[in-house]
């Protein structure tokens, strides 16, 4: 779509932005203490490609140039991750001058170049000694976690305008934990559970902590969300499809947005096997100021056990051929490098189901990630044409802006400013709008970041 069309149709005041995560970028592994994901994925077969995020797209030594080419994009706003691991090593004790110096030069020079800094306290690189200690599963990680995002809060509580306490709950929570597609690769649904209970606990915790500092900024969570739609009107995929969207969307969004447990016996299951503690529900409901939704793809469900090629989002396992359920191709949509149906139209539905389900306990909306991978091929001159990313970026901007009675949605961050890490997928998968070369680390601004800043730029001056 055309940029200036697209522009002409956003809200006055919709902040647009790019995202990153620290364990994705940064690499400067020498520089941090070890997390669990280093050891994850130095087991062999883990990656797709053999890789690890050791340099990654070595962020940490390239910073200022990477927000020189964000301010030159001209970007509201970057949501960035602050590395648990290079911040207090060990998970425990206090901060590393060193690690905390990286993040005050980064905001420092986003302030400079007059970027809105939003920082996610937890973007699911667990020190490696409290993942040795039960990870998520221990209760006592939600209390180590909220000590750390003290001492965060206390470093930059002034300068940070958006705090996210945590990424996507449901993903580490399934996939890490249940369906040892990421680390810490357990496959047990209890370990799933609990950790689920620990990661909105510890959410919970960290929003007390950054109030108690008190942060200037606003505090909320990121949850990826999903609509959910049964395969066929049977009432074995219907009942897989309720369960699944229990699973994926209210177990993480109800406690959070509603102070009360999923429905259904999967929300009771869940709940019950994470052993809750009177006042936890409490915790987990502390109010937000926003709601970080990233939404990537619908979902498509029928019951039955998936097969080899039924993944999850970014990965296979032994455990997942053990699931009643299975997600079932969009064959009316286009999809993406993994595979996801880039369909912007159901977008909406996700919005209406907010309205329904948190009605006046909804709080404003954030896309704090959405955004689409293709295995880009530079051509001969090192420019890459990604026209599908531009068209699947064009059509969720325009879903995103569109109003839907009953949410009030602020802006829309695209997932990724750079080419990175993409977990078990490793380099195969290319999320950027800027590439970066594996050997040199050369950042190539792609046809979707100069499209991008066209859009950005051809939005009428504030107050105009
Ligand atoms: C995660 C990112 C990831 C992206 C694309 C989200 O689930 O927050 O870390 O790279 O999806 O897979």
Known sequence: MDPEALAAKLPPGFLLGVSTSAYQIEGGAEERGPAGWDRFAADPGVILDGSNALVAADHYHRMPEDVALMKNLGVDAYRFSISWPRVQPGGQGPASEKGLAFYDRLLDELLAAG??????????????????????????????????????????????????????????????????????????????????????????????????????????????????????????????????????????????????RPPGLVGLLVRLAALPRWGDTKIMAEPVDFYGVQYYFPSRVAAGPPKLTHGTHDGHSKAMLTLPLRLEPWPEYPVTGFGWPASPDLLPVLLGQFADRYGDRMPPIIFTEGGASYPDRPQPDGTVDDQHRIEYLAGHLRAASTPVPGVEVEGYFVWSFLDNFEWAAGYTQKFGLISVDRETQERRPKASYDWYRDVLSARPAPGS
């Open 115 to 260: 970027i809105r800094p939003m920082a996610t306290l937890f973007h699911w690189d667990t020190p490696l000694e409290i993942d040795d200690a039960g990870g998520w599963t221990n209760r006592d990680t939600a209390y180590r976690f909220a000590d750390y995002v003290r001492l965060v809060g206390e470093a930059f509580g002034d300068r940070v305008a958006d705090w996210v306490t945590v990424n996507e709950p449901a993903t580490l929570a399934l996939e890490g934990y249940t369906l040892d597609v990421h680390s810490p690769g357990t496959a047990l649904w209890v370990a799933g559970a609990r950790a689920a209970h620990h990661l909105l606990l510890g959410h919970g915790l960290a929003v007390r902590a950054l109030r108690e500092v008190p942060v200037t900024g606003r505090i909320g969570i990121s949850n990826a969300h999903s609509p959910v739609f049964p395969a066929t009107r049977s009432w074995r995929d219907r009942f897989a499809a309720r369960n699944f969207d229990i699973l994926s969307n209210r177990v993480f969004a109800d406690p959070v947005l509603l102070g009360k």
